[in-house]
């Protein structure tokens, strides 16, 4: 009989975590305004809000912490990053941050002019938000398919060559650089191909253009380059990332994901014209050259972080993981994106609610519902993320409406997947008397689903 599969990993050290009554949650829940980012941590039993800086970092990371170098300039702990870095995605100049919106503010400073135009595929929110608070345009470049929740194919997250080369036709001159972000988060945290990343390179050759890659899951992306891409299945993980990188001229990057750290970014790039101009605005915004946002332990555990992170063992446990909740819910015939992502289950909620009105936000009901049923957290990717349209001032009501259920690295079991399929089975179970959501009673120009107050309907 062949051996079910099993984690790469035993558990050293454990955090308790409270499992809390309906009463309870339903009280928490009203005093947070029907907010589940207002809610404790404590007041939580399954936390899936996001797999960002949430992970658990290995006894080698912890013992890296207690070597790092706490040294204003040039510490080795920074040199211990900088050489990991540059093993594993060959940019040899370094800009460290505090996290990965900051290598974006700190490039986009040097690079982004206001009109211009800046293709890409599904841009992350705080991507797009650097680049339109600075009066330039985000394009979008995903493939259609990416729309098409029930369909199944390998590369959800790819650029559409053709999109991309009419923009860069229509937008001579006017691009600083294209952002491919791998994996793709808003389209499910589905993967690019590496062809893919090939066309991209070629076309932007053809322009003239260079090329970022929004690296966060980086090493996400090549397991499933490994596991998906023919020509791919005998490299390891470490020279498929170094592959990809090979196609981009920089990368920003987000440490809180792939690197299993807490806290921690960086901008890398071979282009040292890239590098001068942006070290004033890393000064600037981050601190000196050799720390930028970062501890010296910090940079010590992303070092360690990284090597462990692009570990075939470490990325097969973290995927299958996601993998087995999709197919528990495919037992119950609940509709997510399909395939299951790298990091995330992004469930279908306008297929799970269909009589809840769009205008009572449809994804933000079933996180309530999935909170109130078993204290499990996700996060609404819908009309009260979308905000309203700056011009009109309506609410925007996007095509999908999903509550995305990211599961941190290393740090829940496949028992709490199997809660969470239940939990999602029940409310699935009584979807037809479900018909009311709620209305928003307070909220914030710009970013409002953070701090956004409600009330039930
Ligand atoms: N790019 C991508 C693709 C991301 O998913 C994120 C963060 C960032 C950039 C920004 O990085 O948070 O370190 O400043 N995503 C988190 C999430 C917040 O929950 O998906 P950051």
Same mark, same amino acid.
């Given at each position: 009989?062949?051996l079910p599969?099993?984690?790469?990993?035993?558990?050293?050290?454990?955090?308790?975590?409270?499992?809390?009554?309906?009463?309870?949650r339903?009280?928490?829940i009203?005093e947070?305004?029907?907010?589940?980012?207002k809610?404790a941590?404590?007041?939580?039993?399954?936390?899936?809000?996001?797999d960002?800086?949430?992970?658990?970092?290995?006894?080698k990371?912890?013992?890296?912490m207690?070597?790092?170098?706490?040294s204003?300039?040039?510490?080795?702990?920074?040199?211990?990053? $900088?050489?990991m870095? /540059?093993?594993?995605?060959?940019?040899?100049? !370094?800009?460290? =941050?505090?996290q990965g919106?900051? &290598?974006e503010?700190?490039?986009?400073?040097?690079?982004?002019?206001?009109?211009?135009?800046?293709?890409?595929?599904?841009?992350?929110?705080t991507?797009?938000?650097?680049?339109?608070y600075?009066?330039a345009?985000?394009?979008?470049?995903?493939?259609d398919?990416?729309s098409?929740?029930?369909?199944e194919?390998?590369f959800?997250?790819?650029v559409?060559p053709?999109?991309l080369? $009419?923009?860069?036709? /229509?937008?001579?001159?006017?691009?600083?650089f !294209?952002?491919? =972000?791998?994996?793709?988060?808003t &389209?499910?945290?589905?993967?690019v191909?590496m062809?893919?990343l090939?066309?991209?390179?070629e076309?932007?050759?053809?322009?003239?253009?260079?090329?970022?890659?929004?690296s966060?899951?980086?090493?996400?992306?090549a397991?499933?380059?490994k596991?998906r891409?023919?020509?791919?299945?005998?490299?390891?993980?470490?020279e498929?990332?170094?592959e990809m990188f090979?196609?981009?001229?920089?990368?920003?990057?987000s440490?809180k994901?792939?690197?299993?750290v807490?806290?921690g970014?960086f901008?890398?790039?071979?282009?040292k014209?890239?590098?001068?101009?942006?070290?004033?605005?890393?000064?600037?915004?981050?601190?000196?050259?050799?720390?930028?946002?970062m501890?010296?332990r910090?940079?010590?555990?992303?070092a360690?972080?990284?090597?462990?992170?692009?570990?075939?063992?470490?990325?097969?446990s973290?995927?299958k993981?996601?993998q087995?909740?999709g197919?528990?819910?495919d037992?119950?015939?609940?509709?997510?994106?399909?395939?299951a992502?790298?990091?995330?289950?992004?469930?279908?909620a306008k297929?799970?609610?269909?009589?809840?009105?769009?205008?009572e936000?449809?994804?933000?009901?079933?996180g309530?519902?999935l909170?109130?049923?078993?204290?499990?957290?996700?996060?609404?990717?819908?009309?009260l993320?979308?905000?309203?349209?700056?011009?009109?001032?309506e609410?925007?009501?996007p095509?999908?409406?999903?509550?995305?259920?990211?599961i941190?690295?290393?740090?829940?079991?496949?028992?709490?997947?199997?809660?969470?399929?239940?939990?999602l089975?029940?409310?699935?179970d009584?979807?037809?008397?479900?018909?009311?959501?709620?209305?928003i009673?307070?909220?914030?120009?710009?970013m409002?689903?953070?701090t956004?107050?409600?009330?039930?309907?």
């Open positions: 009989m062949e599969f099993a984690e790469s990993y035993r558990i050293k050290m454990v955090e308790h975590i409270h499992r809390s009554t309906r009463e309870e339903e009280q928490w009203k947070a305004k029907y907010n589940l980012f809610l941590s404590n007041q939580v039993y399954i936390d899936l809000l996001t960002s800086g949430t992970g658990a970092m290995s006894d990371q912890w013992a890296a207690m070597l790092g170098d706490e204003y300039a040039g510490a080795s702990s920074f040199f211990n990053m $900088k050489n870095i /540059e093993k594993i995605t060959g940019f040899q100049y !370094v800009l460290p =941050t505090h919106r900051a &290598a503010n700190v490039f986009f400073s040097a690079t982004v002019k206001e009109g211009n135009v800046i293709p890409g595929n599904s841009h992350f929110d991507t797009k938000g650097h680049i339109e600075r009066r345009i985000a394009l979008d470049c995903t493939i398919e990416a098409n929740t029930q369909l194919i390998p959800k997250g790819n559409d053709a999109k080369d $009419k923009a860069l036709a /229509e937008h001579k001159g006017n691009v600083p !294209v952002i491919v =972000t791998v994996t793709n988060n &389209a499910g945290g589905q993967p191909s062809q893919n090939k066309e991209v390179r076309i932007c050759n053809k322009y003239g253009v260079p090329v970022i890659l929004d966060a899951r980086f090493a996400e992306n397991y499933f380059i596991t891409e023919k020509g791919y299945e005998n490299k390891t993980i470490k498929i990332a170094r090979s196609y981009a001229d920089g990368m920003t990057m440490s994901k792939d690197a299993i807490n806290m970014g901008f890398a790039t071979n282009k014209e890239w590098y001068d101009s942006a070290i004033m605005f890393g000064v600037m915004y981050e601190g000196y050259l050799t720390y930028g946002g501890a010296g910090d940079m010590n555990a992303l360690q972080g990284l090597d462990e992170g692009t570990e075939f063992p470490v990325l097969e973290r995927i993981q996601v087995y909740l197919q528990r819910l037992e119950f015939g609940i509709p997510y994106q399909r395939p992502g790298g990091h995330a289950i992004f469930v279908d297929k799970i609610l269909p009589n809840v009105p769009k205008e936000f449809k994804a933000q009901t079933l309530i519902e909170y109130l049923e078993a204290g499990i957290r996700g996060v609404e990717i819908g009309a993320l979308a905000d309203r349209d700056p011009v009109t001032r609410n925007r009501y095509e999908l409406e999903l509550l995305r259920l990211a941190p690295r290393r740090t829940y079991t496949n028992n709490h997947m199997d809660v969470i399929a239940v939990a089975k029940n409310i699935y009584r979807r037809e008397s479900i018909t009311s959501g709620y209305r009673v307070k909220e914030l120009p710009i409002r689903h953070f956004i107050e409600l009330e039930k309907c």
